[in-house]
């Protein structure tokens, strides 16, 4: 089974459409993670969410954690060719003794 | 600049050998960790590091072996025994251990660029 879940696993949209990334689990997520990867290298830290409710952006891109602490979302506004990739979240999950990653998201942005 | 290395990029092996793939940092981390990506299933944790000459088992350690003789660097062999090798390997590394549930800046990963090995 899988710790967090990840949707959707694939994304394509046109140059300029926002879209939405979910991150879930079943536990309560104490830290949660999002990271980008451009395809066949390493993984490039976007941002951490703690609270429940936190919001955070950065140019384009906000991530929400859930008042439950159980749900994260990435939202990309107006996308661009930049951002596609592959975004993963990591989180504490619980007792926090452990870490895990999302299956990830793939995103082709199509100019 | 700060960060990972790790090498080499991309490495082709036979059946039976084994290989190693390095991984060297410059951040004065002291946590490092392998993880090994396969298509649609995300990150597994193959082996992680705390301190110097101390390491442990991740999910999928069966097949691996590491070291951490100085602070600075973790290589992973990929031994024979592992039943199916051919993946893309990421090295990170954290200021401090992740998951114990002490969530601040210290528990933020840097990845280095990835191996990618393939078995012939």
């Known amino acids: 089974s899988q710790e967090l879940e990840q949707s959707p696993q694939s994304l394509i949209v046109q140059e300029g459409k926002n879209l939405t990334i979910n991150c879930t689990s079943s536990?309560?997520?104490?830290?949660l993670y999002w990271y980008k990867q451009k395809y066949g290298e390493g993984l490039i830290f976007l941002m951490m969410?703690?609270?429940?409710?936190e919001e955070k952006s950065h140019e384009k891109i906000t991530a929400k954690l859930d008042e439950k602490k159980q749900q994260s979302s990435l939202h990309i506004t107006a996308s661009q060719p930049s951002h596609a990739g592959i975004y993963l979240c990591?989180?504490?999950?619980?007792?926090?003794?452990?870490?895990?990653f999302g299956t990830g998201t793939s995103l082709t942005v199509i100019p | 600049d700060g960060g990972i290395t790790q090498s080499p990029k991309y490495l082709f092996r036979k059946e039976g050998q084994n290989v190693t793939l390095s991984c060297e940092q410059n951040?004065?981390?002291?946590?490092m960790y392998w993880y090994r990506q396969d298509p649609g299933q995300g990150l597994r944790l193959i082996y992680y590091?705390?301190?110097?000459?101390?390491?442990q088992k991740g999910d999928i350690a069966e097949g691996y072996s590491v070291s951490r003789e100085k602070k600075e660097s973790f290589p992973l062999t990929v031994t024979s025994a592992q039943k199916n090798p051919t993946a893309f390997y990421l090295c990170?590394?954290?200021?401090?251990?992740?998951?114990?549930?002490?969530?601040?800046?210290?528990?933020?990963?840097?990845f280095g660029a990835g191996s990618r090995l393939t078995v012939l």
């Open positions: 990170a590394s954290s200021m401090h251990i992740l998951g114990l549930g002490g969530v601040s800046g210290a528990n933020v990963l840097t």
């Open positions: 536990k309560t997520l104490y830290g």
């Open positions: 969410l703690q609270k429940g409710g």
């Open positions: 990591g989180a504490d999950i619980e007792s926090g003794n452990q870490f895990y």
């Open positions: 951040l004065n981390h002291d946590a």
């Open positions: 590091s705390q301190i110097v000459n101390d390491f």
